[in-house]
């Protein structure tokens, strides 16, 4: 049984840091895509970043140059750090894991097999 179980989060100033994790459990694999994603109130899932087993990263244009996707194959785990965060950045964050060669890239789909149980960041001014 696959699961992604996440951590980190919490709540920070505005300018401050944050790191999370996503450590998947019950399956490796050389094709691998991995991405975050966050959930504001109201508003619809959103693609943060996300890498393909390459190693090649795609940011959302909100974030770029402010986060950081990677992920530590020998622990099977995916992080994304969170430099000068701001008020919008405000939401819950889940990791999503697809076990093939195409990757959806920051596109909310079906195609992401598996999903982290979510960790919220909040962010005050």
């Known amino acids: 049984q696959v699961q992604l179980v996440q951590s980190g989060g919490g709540s920070v100033q505005a300018g401050g840091s944050l790191r999370l994790s996503c450590a998947v459990f019950g399956y490796t694999s050389m094709n691998t895509c991995m991405g975050w994603f966050r959930q504001a109130p109201g508003k619809e899932r959103e693609g943060v970043a996300s890498i393909d087993s390459d190693g090649s990263a795609t940011y959302a244009d909100s974030v770029k140059g402010r986060f950081t996707i990677s992920k530590d194959d020998a622990k099977n785990t995916l992080y994304l750090q969170m430099n000068s965060l701001k008020p919008e950045d405000t939401a819950m964050y889940y990791c999503?894991?697809?076990?093939?060669?195409?990757?959806?890239?920051?596109?909310?789909?079906?195609?992401?097999?598996?999903w982290g149980q979510g960790t919220q960041v909040t962010v005050s001014s």
């Open positions: 999503a894991a697809r076990f093939a060669r195409t990757c959806p890239g920051l596109v909310v789909t079906g195609l992401w097999n598996y």
